[in-house]
Every structure is written in structure tokens, then in C-alpha cells.
């Protein structure tokens, strides 16, 4: 069966550190992969997708940046955290064929940026 | 361009009672309708999809839905709530044809459950 792993589950920054946030998938081949932030109150912003290793479309200009070095492998990163970067970050990855749309959800990356 | 409206940020509802939350959606193309379900600090659990069969939709934990063209609307449902049913749910659409499946997601609402 798949999985989805994102770590760490907790994070506290100071403003201006760097980020990197990591999501990997066990279980499929050639997943879709997505990068989502929820504020609070808010409801989910999609940041990032990938289709495939290297390729990486951006949602919303940000200072934040992916990638994917591996099939399995998205990486969600910054520079300079800026306080408005706080929320709780959600990785899922889609079959790349088939299942079209269905997404699934790996259990969250808590940031807060102080 | 796609979207989703949510109706009510904030639902309660008593043990036993029945569940509601609207979700409305925009679309050109024919969508494919999500519910998700969040519990607190955790991702989202896919509750049940309409992916153009069906228009009543049956999901997990007792919970349905029904797609109305006419209305633009697939509201979630379920008969009889009970007190693990209080989380956050979010109604999402994608438009079928995307390669890159992208989610456009409700703001959510939030369901409490009162003993």
C-alpha cells in the first residue's frame, strides 16, 4: 500500500532562517505531487505541483521554492522565513495515471516563524 | 476558472441530529466534486468523490453527498451525527481534464457536535 511521510511534524524558525521541508512516498511510481499551505482560519493554498522529477509549477509568487530530485522525493524550501510563512503545510501526491484527481494526504508540517 | 463556496464557516449540530454542509462550485467543464475531512493537526482524509457516475455519492463514517448540476451544489449529508464527526471539511473541485490534478478547495467548515 502507499504511504506519505512529511518531516518534521513541528517546526519553530526564526525570521530570515532557511526552510526545508521534506515529503516522500512509498508504494507508487511516477506520483503527481503537491505542496499546500493552510493558514489559520484559512483554507488550503496550493503553492506547488510536480508531474515528474525536475519539473516543478509555481501557484503563488512567494520566497518559497520546491523540488524534486527523485521520483518520490519534494522538497518544499526558503531562504529568509518571513513571519507571514507560519501555517501548517500539507504535501499529497495523486496516481500519475488512473485515479485521476484523487489526492492523498500526508499528515502535515506545523511552522511557526517567530 | 473554477471555484468553490462554502456556506458557513462554522456548523453545530447535536448528537443525532442531521448533518449539513453546502458547498457550491463553479466550473465551464464538467468537475470532479471532493469532501475531505480534517481532524485537528492532521492532513486531510478524502471522505467520498463524484467523478460523473452516480449523483448520490456514498463515502466513509455514514457520510454522502449529491451532486445537482442545476444548483451548482454538492452538499455533504449524514443522518445522524455523532461526536467523532466534529473536524474541519472541505469541498474541492478539479477540473478532469488536468494533467496535474490541481484541487481548488473550499475555505472549509468547521463542524461541531454538541452531547
Known amino acids: 500500500s502507499q504511504t506519505i511521510h512529511q518531516w518534521p511534524a513541528t517546526l519553530v524558525q526564526p525570521v530570515g532562517s532557511p526552510l526545508s521541508l521534506e515529503c516522500t512516498v512509498e508504494g507508487t511510481s511516477n506520483p503527481n505531487l503537491y505542496w499546500y499551505r493552510q493558514a489559520a482560519g484559512r483554507g488550503l493554498q496550493l503553492l506547488f505541483y510536480?508531474?515528474?522529477?525536475?519539473?516543478i509549477s509555481s501557484e503563488v509568487p512567494q520566497n518559497l521554492s520546491a523540488s524534486r530530485p527523485q521520483d518520490r522525493q519534494f522538497i518544499l524550501s526558503s531562504k529568509k522565513l518571513l513571519l507571514s510563512d507560519s501555517g501548517f503545510y500539507l504535501c499529497?501526491?495523486?496516481?500519475?495515471?488512473?485515479?485521476?484527481?484523487?489526492?492523498?494526504f500526508g499528515p502535515g508540517t506545523r511552522l511557526t516563524v517567530l | 476558472a473554477q471555484s468553490v463556496t462554502q456556506l458557513g464557516s462554522h456548523v453545530s449540530v447535536s448528537e443525532g441530529a442531521l448533518v449539513l454542509l453546502r458547498c457550491n462550485y463553479s466550473s465551464s467543464v464538467p468537475p470532479y466534486l471532493f469532501w475531505y475531512v480534517q481532524y485537528p493537526n492532521q492532513g486531510l482524509q478524502l471522505l467520498l468523490k463524484y467523478t460523473s457516475a452516480a449523483t448520490l455519492v456514498k463515502g466513509i463514517n455514514g457520510f454522502e453527498a449529491e451532486f445537482k448540476k442545476s444548483e451548482t451544489s454538492f452538499h455533504l449529508t449524514k443522518p445522524s451525527a455523532h461526536m467523532s464527526d466534529a473536524a474541519e471539511y472541505f469541498c474541492a473541485v478539479s477540473d478532469f481534464r488536468n494533467q496535474g490534478g490541481k484541487l481548488i478547495f473550499g475555505q472549509g467548515t468547521e463542524l461541531s457536535v454538541k452531547p
Open positions: 510536480s508531474v515528474g522529477i525536475g519539473q
Open positions: 499529497a501526491w495523486e496516481p500519475g495515471t488512473g485515479y485521476r484527481n484523487e489526492q492523498f
